[in-house]
């Protein structure tokens, strides 16, 4: 499979992208600067980077052009929620449906459904990603949306808690958020489904093909 992945360079998309390498997709890593494009592609011999802002959608049909998935793992560490986190992502989901690149996985946030339970430094950015996460549910794509607690940057243990509510809070390592979401692009148990995802017991992939799926909005 030819994956795009927005957010390449960040932290969880170095993750990402590594693994999609690893397990035989062909990558193409998406960063805004080109002093960046070195770094990424040292992540994998299948690794191409390309250049491309999520804040100028004139450039991300080259980007997306060819691919198979998207894979959104972008994020504006809250200086542009609004042109980042929610255009950017619907520019991007735009693309995929035009290129033809049918499955898209979306890194949103725990509590986008509900920013008001959170600290109101929060709130602003969990609305954006709400929005994203609806606006890519009304497409035509595969969609799946990944909703991780607050992100460490301890080592990944590769078990996680998923579930629609998990009526808790936590956290969960980088590496285990990309773990799911490169394996929830390749489950169908994921399609249509949003899930909520914290660290926990439970081998990744068991935890995903546990999903319900189908058009999930919780």
Do not use: I
């Amino acid at each position: 499979m030819q994956v795009l992945v927005a957010g390449a360079h960040g932290p969880t998309g170095q993750h990402t992208v590594r693994l999609l390498a690893e397990r035989g997709h062909d990558v193409r890593a998406m960063v805004h600067r080109e002093s960046y494009a070195g770094e990424v592609e040292a992540l994998g011999d299948r690794v191409e980077a390309v250049v491309a802002d999520l804040t100028e959608p004139e450039t991300l049909a080259d980007a997306v052009r060819g691919c198979d998935a998207v894979v959104f793992a972008a994020g504006s560490n809250g200086e542009d929620v609004w042109g980042v986190d929610r255009d950017g992502a619907n520019a991007l989901v735009d693309e995929a449906e035009d290129a033809g690149a049918d499955r898209f996985v979306m890194l949103s946030a725990m509590n986008a459904d509900a920013p008001e339970d959170s600290p109101e430094a929060l709130r602003e950015y969990l609305r954006a990603k709400a929005e994203a996460d609806a606006y890519l549910r009304e497409s035509d794509l595969t969609w799946t949306v990944v909703r991780p607690g607050a992100l460490s940057d301890d080592e990944g243990t590769e078990r996680v808690s998923v579930g629609d509510d998990l009526d808790r809070e936590g956290d969960v390592p980088r590496e285990d958020v990309a773990a799911t979401m490169v394996t929830a692009l390749e489950l169908e148990a994921t399609h249509g489904a949003t899930f909520e995802l914290l660290s926990g017991d439970e081998p990744v992939e068991a935890a995903l093909r546990g999903l319900a799926g189908g058009d999930s909005e919780s």
